[in-house]
Protein backbone atom coordinates (compact mmCIF):
# COMPACT_ATOMS: atom_id res chain seq x y z
CA UNK A 1 0.00 0.00 0.00
CA UNK A 2 1.26 3.63 -1.05
CA UNK A 3 1.41 6.45 1.20
CA UNK A 4 -1.68 8.57 1.59
CA UNK A 5 -3.98 5.62 0.31
CA UNK A 6 -6.32 3.64 3.25
CA UNK A 7 -8.76 1.08 3.25
CA UNK A 8 -11.37 3.78 3.30
CA UNK A 9 -10.72 6.10 1.02
CA UNK A 10 -9.40 3.75 -1.96
CA UNK A 11 -11.10 4.47 -5.11
CA UNK A 12 -13.47 2.45 -7.06
CA UNK A 13 -10.88 2.32 -10.10
CA UNK A 14 -11.92 0.12 -12.35
CA UNK A 15 -11.45 1.79 -15.52
CA UNK A 16 -9.27 0.08 -18.15
CA UNK A 17 -8.80 3.28 -20.27
CA UNK A 18 -6.22 5.98 -20.58
CA UNK A 19 -5.87 9.21 -21.91
CA UNK A 20 -2.32 10.57 -22.12
CA UNK A 21 -1.71 14.35 -22.23
CA UNK A 22 1.78 15.14 -23.42
CA UNK A 23 3.40 18.55 -22.05
CA UNK A 24 5.26 21.63 -24.45
CA UNK A 25 7.99 21.26 -27.07
CA UNK A 26 7.54 17.94 -27.20
CA UNK A 27 5.52 15.68 -29.87
CA UNK A 28 2.97 12.52 -28.73
CA UNK A 29 5.28 10.27 -30.31
CA UNK A 30 6.90 10.66 -26.54
CA UNK A 31 4.15 8.11 -25.31
CA UNK A 32 5.55 5.60 -27.83
CA UNK A 33 6.86 3.34 -25.16
CA UNK A 34 4.50 4.03 -22.02
CA UNK A 35 1.63 3.20 -24.67
CA UNK A 36 2.25 -0.34 -25.65
CA UNK A 37 3.61 -0.98 -21.47
CA UNK A 38 0.07 -0.24 -20.82
CA UNK A 39 -1.48 -2.02 -23.62
CA UNK A 40 0.01 -4.96 -22.13
CA UNK A 41 -1.83 -4.46 -19.05
CA UNK A 42 -4.84 -4.86 -20.74
CA UNK A 43 -5.58 -0.50 -20.76
CA UNK A 44 -7.04 1.07 -23.73
CA UNK A 45 -4.60 3.95 -24.27
CA UNK A 46 -5.14 6.94 -25.97
CA UNK A 47 -2.28 9.81 -26.98
CA UNK A 48 -4.14 12.24 -28.57
CA UNK A 49 -1.69 15.10 -30.26
CA UNK A 50 -2.83 18.94 -29.38
CA UNK A 51 -5.02 20.65 -31.93
CA UNK A 52 -2.52 21.63 -34.79
CA UNK A 53 0.02 19.29 -34.06
CA UNK A 54 -0.99 16.42 -35.62
CA UNK A 55 1.93 15.60 -37.28
CA UNK A 56 4.87 13.95 -37.34
CA UNK A 57 8.01 15.91 -35.40
CA UNK A 58 9.99 16.52 -38.30
CA UNK A 59 6.98 17.95 -40.11
CA UNK A 60 6.01 20.28 -37.66
CA UNK A 61 9.68 21.95 -37.40
CA UNK A 62 9.37 22.17 -41.13
CA UNK A 63 6.20 24.40 -40.88
CA UNK A 64 7.72 26.74 -38.05
CA UNK A 65 6.67 29.33 -37.53
CA UNK A 66 3.32 28.34 -37.54
CA UNK A 67 0.38 30.51 -36.68
CA UNK A 68 -1.96 27.48 -36.30
CA UNK A 69 0.27 25.99 -33.43
CA UNK A 70 0.89 29.72 -32.33
CA UNK A 71 -2.66 30.04 -31.17
CA UNK A 72 -3.17 27.42 -29.00
CA UNK A 73 -4.22 28.50 -25.64
CA UNK A 74 -4.59 26.67 -22.30
CA UNK A 75 -8.03 27.29 -21.97
CA UNK A 76 -8.67 25.51 -25.27
CA UNK A 77 -6.43 23.29 -24.73
CA UNK A 78 -8.01 22.14 -21.40
CA UNK A 79 -11.52 21.94 -22.97
CA UNK A 80 -10.03 19.68 -25.88
CA UNK A 81 -9.07 17.05 -23.32
CA UNK A 82 -12.11 17.29 -21.73
CA UNK A 83 -14.37 16.57 -24.29
CA UNK A 84 -11.94 13.59 -25.61
CA UNK A 85 -12.59 12.00 -21.84
CA UNK A 86 -16.19 12.84 -22.38
CA UNK A 87 -16.75 10.88 -25.58
CA UNK A 88 -15.28 7.88 -23.63
CA UNK A 89 -17.83 4.99 -22.68
CA UNK A 90 -15.71 5.07 -19.33
CA UNK A 91 -13.98 7.52 -16.79
CA UNK A 92 -10.46 7.18 -17.61
CA UNK A 93 -7.51 7.92 -16.01
CA UNK A 94 -5.66 10.74 -16.91
CA UNK A 95 -1.47 10.60 -17.13
CA UNK A 96 0.23 14.03 -18.36
CA UNK A 97 3.62 15.14 -18.60
CA UNK A 98 5.02 18.89 -18.11
CA UNK A 99 2.22 21.01 -19.10
CA UNK A 100 0.03 17.85 -19.95
CA UNK A 101 0.59 17.55 -15.86
CA UNK A 102 -1.31 20.67 -15.07
CA UNK A 103 -3.71 20.06 -17.31
CA UNK A 104 -4.88 16.50 -15.59
CA UNK A 105 -4.83 18.89 -12.30
CA UNK A 106 -7.38 20.86 -14.15
CA UNK A 107 -9.47 18.15 -15.43
CA UNK A 108 -9.20 16.45 -11.71
CA UNK A 109 -10.71 19.62 -10.19
CA UNK A 110 -13.42 19.75 -12.85
CA UNK A 111 -14.02 15.68 -11.58
CA UNK A 112 -12.90 14.58 -15.14
CA UNK A 113 -10.88 11.58 -14.95
CA UNK A 114 -10.92 7.87 -12.37
CA UNK A 115 -7.62 8.96 -11.44
CA UNK A 116 -4.51 11.30 -12.61
CA UNK A 117 -0.47 11.12 -12.86
CA UNK A 118 1.20 14.84 -13.10
CA UNK A 119 4.68 13.52 -14.37
CA UNK A 120 7.09 16.67 -14.19
CA UNK A 121 4.24 18.93 -14.23
CA UNK A 122 4.16 22.79 -14.55
CA UNK A 123 3.56 24.44 -11.16
CA UNK A 124 2.62 27.58 -9.42
CA UNK A 125 4.31 26.55 -6.46
CA UNK A 126 6.99 29.48 -5.55
CA UNK A 127 10.57 28.13 -4.39
CA UNK A 128 12.51 31.28 -4.53
CA UNK A 129 15.55 30.32 -6.36
CA UNK A 130 14.34 27.25 -8.06
CA UNK A 131 11.06 29.34 -9.21
CA UNK A 132 13.29 31.78 -10.82
CA UNK A 133 15.07 29.53 -12.89
CA UNK A 134 11.96 27.85 -13.90
CA UNK A 135 11.01 31.42 -14.97
CA UNK A 136 14.45 32.30 -16.79
CA UNK A 137 14.27 28.90 -18.78
CA UNK A 138 10.46 29.55 -19.78
CA UNK A 139 11.36 33.72 -19.98
CA UNK A 140 12.45 33.54 -24.24
CA UNK A 141 9.30 30.91 -25.11
CA UNK A 142 6.83 33.49 -24.05
CA UNK A 143 8.58 35.66 -26.75
CA UNK A 144 7.28 39.13 -25.08
CA UNK A 145 9.28 40.50 -27.50
CA UNK A 146 8.11 38.88 -30.51
CA UNK A 147 4.86 38.19 -32.35
CA UNK A 148 2.44 35.69 -30.54
CA UNK A 149 1.10 35.00 -34.32
CA UNK A 150 4.68 32.89 -34.76
CA UNK A 151 5.41 30.03 -32.87
CA UNK A 152 8.58 29.75 -30.78
CA UNK A 153 10.97 26.37 -31.46
CA UNK A 154 13.32 25.45 -28.13
CA UNK A 155 16.87 25.47 -29.58
CA UNK A 156 18.61 22.35 -29.15
CA UNK A 157 21.11 24.46 -26.70
CA UNK A 158 18.21 24.90 -24.19
CA UNK A 159 16.63 21.24 -25.14
CA UNK A 160 20.21 19.72 -23.96
CA UNK A 161 20.51 21.81 -21.48
CA UNK A 162 16.92 21.81 -19.77
CA UNK A 163 15.56 19.18 -21.50
CA UNK A 164 17.56 15.95 -21.76
CA UNK A 165 20.21 17.41 -19.43
CA UNK A 166 22.87 14.25 -18.22
CA UNK A 167 22.24 12.32 -21.74
CA UNK A 168 25.28 12.15 -24.10
CA UNK A 169 25.09 14.42 -26.86
CA UNK A 170 24.70 11.85 -29.33
CA UNK A 171 21.37 10.90 -27.05
CA UNK A 172 20.46 14.57 -26.99
CA UNK A 173 20.75 15.07 -30.38
CA UNK A 174 19.11 11.96 -31.40
CA UNK A 175 15.77 12.75 -29.29
CA UNK A 176 15.76 16.55 -30.18
CA UNK A 177 15.18 15.08 -34.34
CA UNK A 178 12.40 12.85 -32.71
CA UNK A 179 10.68 15.09 -30.27
CA UNK A 180 11.16 18.62 -30.45
CA UNK A 181 8.22 20.47 -32.29
CA UNK A 182 7.13 23.85 -32.30
CA UNK A 183 4.92 25.65 -29.40
CA UNK A 184 2.48 28.36 -28.77
CA UNK A 185 4.14 31.36 -26.70
CA UNK A 186 0.83 32.17 -25.43
CA UNK A 187 0.07 28.77 -23.81
CA UNK A 188 3.11 29.61 -21.68
CA UNK A 189 1.95 32.32 -20.63
CA UNK A 190 -1.33 31.24 -20.02
CA UNK A 191 0.65 28.85 -17.22
CA UNK A 192 0.85 31.95 -14.94
CA UNK A 193 -2.63 33.15 -15.99
CA UNK A 194 -6.10 32.81 -14.32
CA UNK A 195 -6.88 30.19 -16.74
CA UNK A 196 -4.27 27.64 -14.67
CA UNK A 197 -5.44 28.02 -11.21
CA UNK A 198 -5.77 25.08 -8.92
CA UNK A 199 -8.51 24.82 -6.32
CA UNK A 200 -6.09 22.59 -3.58
CA UNK A 201 -8.33 22.09 -1.35
CA UNK A 202 -11.17 20.95 -3.75
CA UNK A 203 -12.41 17.15 -3.63
CA UNK A 204 -11.01 15.62 -6.48
CA UNK A 205 -10.47 12.28 -7.91
CA UNK A 206 -6.68 10.84 -6.73
CA UNK A 207 -3.67 12.22 -7.79
CA UNK A 208 0.02 11.46 -8.02
CA UNK A 209 2.90 13.84 -8.71
CA UNK A 210 6.27 12.46 -10.18
CA UNK A 211 9.64 14.52 -10.12
CA UNK A 212 12.81 14.08 -11.33
CA UNK A 213 15.81 14.91 -8.90
CA UNK A 214 17.97 15.83 -12.22
CA UNK A 215 15.15 18.02 -14.10
CA UNK A 216 16.80 21.55 -14.46
CA UNK A 217 13.15 23.10 -16.14
CA UNK A 218 10.91 22.08 -13.19
CA UNK A 219 13.11 21.25 -10.20
CA UNK A 220 11.58 18.34 -7.78
CA UNK A 221 11.08 21.07 -5.53
CA UNK A 222 9.04 23.34 -7.50
CA UNK A 223 6.69 19.88 -7.68
CA UNK A 224 7.41 18.84 -4.18
CA UNK A 225 6.01 22.11 -2.61
CA UNK A 226 2.79 21.66 -5.53
CA UNK A 227 2.27 18.47 -3.76
CA UNK A 228 2.33 20.35 -0.55
CA UNK A 229 -0.52 22.55 -1.33
CA UNK A 230 -2.99 19.66 -1.97
CA UNK A 231 -2.60 19.01 1.92
CA UNK A 232 -5.55 20.74 2.51
CA UNK A 233 -7.29 18.17 0.43
CA UNK A 234 -9.29 15.58 1.44
CA UNK A 235 -8.45 13.00 -1.47
CA UNK A 236 -5.33 11.02 -2.03
CA UNK A 237 -2.33 13.08 -3.13
CA UNK A 238 0.74 11.16 -3.37
CA UNK A 239 4.70 12.32 -4.41
CA UNK A 240 7.39 10.18 -5.69
CA UNK A 241 10.93 11.62 -6.73
CA UNK A 242 13.38 9.51 -9.04
CA UNK A 243 17.05 9.77 -8.89
CA UNK A 244 18.42 10.59 -11.88
CA UNK A 245 15.63 11.50 -13.94
CA UNK A 246 15.93 15.04 -16.35
CA UNK A 247 12.71 16.21 -17.82
CA UNK A 248 12.60 13.92 -20.70
CA UNK A 249 11.59 11.20 -18.40
CA UNK A 250 10.62 8.91 -21.41
CA UNK A 251 13.79 7.75 -22.46
CA UNK A 252 15.99 7.52 -19.25
CA UNK A 253 17.72 4.12 -19.02
CA UNK A 254 15.40 3.61 -16.35
CA UNK A 255 12.20 4.63 -17.26
CA UNK A 256 10.66 1.20 -16.44
CA UNK A 257 11.11 1.88 -13.25
CA UNK A 258 8.89 4.87 -13.28
CA UNK A 259 6.21 3.43 -14.99
CA UNK A 260 6.53 0.34 -12.96
CA UNK A 261 5.37 2.70 -10.02
CA UNK A 262 2.66 4.62 -11.76
CA UNK A 263 1.07 1.16 -12.82
CA UNK A 264 1.77 -0.51 -9.07
CA UNK A 265 -0.02 2.62 -7.76
CA UNK A 266 -2.93 2.40 -10.10
CA UNK A 267 -3.35 -0.83 -8.94
CA UNK A 268 -3.58 0.23 -5.08
CA UNK A 269 -6.55 2.45 -6.15
CA UNK A 270 -8.36 -0.64 -7.01
Known amino acids: MFPGISNESMSKNSTKSIVFITGTFISNNCWDDWKPFFESKGYTCLTPAWPNKNASAEELRNRHPDSAIAMNRLDHLTEYFAKIINDLPEEP ?106 NYGKDRPPLLFISGCRDKLISSSLIFANYEKYRSSRSITDYRDFKGRNHLSFKHPAWKEEIDFIFFWLQGLR
Do not use: C
Request: charge should be positive; aromatic fraction near 12%.
Open 93 to 198: ILIGHSLGGLIVELLLQRGLGMAGVAVHSFTLARVSRTYFRFLKTLLPAMGFLSSPQKSYMISFRKWKNAIANGMTYEEQKQLFYLYAIPESKLVIRDVFNPAAKI
